[in-house]
């Protein structure tokens, strides 16, 4: 039995962990060669602000972690302890030509201003979700985080 061909992921969660899982899967279905579909919206939009308000980059606003700890002291274990870091998943994404989108109507519901900067090292697009579900493979897997 052959495998779905492509993988589709929205992420509306905001939590750390979640998003975090969603890069991991991610990034392994582009390794095996499938396309790869990420389209933020929600609080999930986060991880693609080129930083939050005090300034670091925009995913250590996302939501803590399931154990509490937050996003960015989550990802310095998971770091030490040989898991792939968000950064280094994120970049994999796009290294391995990941489909990254933002959701416009999901900027204007967390009520970001317009020309919120975006993330500059990762090619983001911004569309609808029609424009995602147009774009999405008709037989491949769709997955909402």
Request: hydrophobic share 45%; aromatic share 8%; with cysteine.
């Amino acid at each position: 039995m052959q495998g779905p061909e492509s993988l589709s992921i929205v992420l509306f969660a905001g939590g750390f962990d979640r998003v975090h899982y969603a890069l991991v899967m991610a990034s392994a279905a582009a390794a095996t060669n499938r396309k790869v579909t990420l389209f933020f919206t929600g609080r999930a939009l986060n991880a693609l602000l080129a930083e939050n308000a005090g300034g670091a980059p925009g995913w250590h606003g996302l939501d803590p972690a399931d154990d509490g700890r937050s996003p960015a002291e989550r990802d310095a274990w998971f770091r030490d302890n040989g898991v792939g870091g968000f950064e280094e998943l994120l970049e994999a994404c796009v290294m391995l030509n990941a489909t990254v989108m933002a959701c416009e109507m999901g900027v204007r519901a967390l009520g970001l201003p317009t020309g919120t900067p975006l993330r500059a090292d990762v090619p983001v697009r911004t569309g609808g979700v029609v424009t995602f579900l147009n774009e999405a493979p008709k037989t491949g897997a769709v997955l909402f985080v």
